[in-house]
C-alpha cells in the first residue's frame, strides 16, 4: 500500500516524528504556510497537488485542518484522502477544549507553534512581505507592529518535536520586539497520531479490498469463512 503525504509546512516536524518509520509513505511534500494567506487559492493548490497523485498512490494524508476553506475537501478529491478534522493546526496540537480554554482569557493571544516560530520575526517578514517598503525607510517591524496591535500575548506551543530551544528563544523575541507578553503551554501529538492511525487503517481496509487474497487461512470467521475476522 503506498501513501502519500502533503502537509503544512508549520506541521513538518510533528507529521515526520509521527510517520517517520513507515515504509508504506512513498511521497512526501510540504507546502508554505503562505498559502493560507488566499484560503481560495489555497484550497485549488491542494486540489491540484492530491490529483496529480492518482495513480501514484493509493491514500493521502493530507496534513491541512479546515483553515476556513478546506472542510469537505476529501470529497473533493482523485484519491481516497485523510485530512485533520480540527478547525485549525492550533487546535489539532492543542486539543479544541484547551484552544477555546487559552481563546478566552481575556487576551487577544497570538497563538505560535513551534513548527512556525522556528523562523522567527523573519520568517513573518517574508511570509507578509513586510520588507517591501525598505527603499522608502520604512522597516518591516512598523508594519510588523501595525499588523499585531490590539494583541497582547504570545503563546509559545512546545510539541516536544525539532529545535524547540531555537523556536521558543524566537517566540520571545517576537514578543519582546512587539511587547507583548509571553506564555507557553505544551502541545500534544496525540490528535495527530490519532489521524495517522485512520490514514493507516483506511489503507488496510483498501489494500483488502483491492486484494483479497491476503486473507490468510485461520483469520476468518469460522461462521462464514469468507469473511475476515473484524470486517463489516
Known sequence: MQIGIIACDALKDEIEALTRGSQDVVTREYLDFG????????????VDKVNSLAGKVD???????????LK????????????????????????????ASQKHRGKITWFYPSGWAKYGIEGLIRLFKLDS??????????????????????LFIDTKVGGIATSEANSHQ??????????RTSGTLNNLEETWNKVLS??????????PKII?????????????VGVG
Open 174 to 183: 517576537f514578543a519582546r520586539v512587539l511587547g507583548l507578553e509571553h506564555d
Open 216 to 228: 490468510v487461512e485461520g483469520n476468518c470467521d469460522t461462521n462464514n469463512p469468507e469473511r475476515p
Open 72 to 99: 469537505g475537501l476529501p470529497s473533493a478529491l482523485a484519491v481516497p484522502t485523510v485530512m485533520l478534522e480540527y478547525e485549525d493546526c492550533i487546535a489539532c496540537l492543542l486539543g479544541p477544549d484547551m484552544y
Open 35 to 46: 498559502y493560507h494567506l488566499d484560503p481560495p487559492r489555497m484550497r485549488q493548490i491542494l
Open 59 to 69: 491514500l493521502v494524508f493530507l496534513g491541512y485542518a479546515y483553515c476556513q476553506s
Open 133 to 154: 517598503m525598505r527603499h522608502e525607510g520604512y522597516e518591516p517591524e512598523y508594519f510588523l507592529k501595525l499588523m499585531f496591535n490590539g494583541f497582547s500575548r504570545c
Open 202 to 211: 483506511k489503507a488496510a481496509a483498501l489494500e483488502l479490498l483491492q486484494n
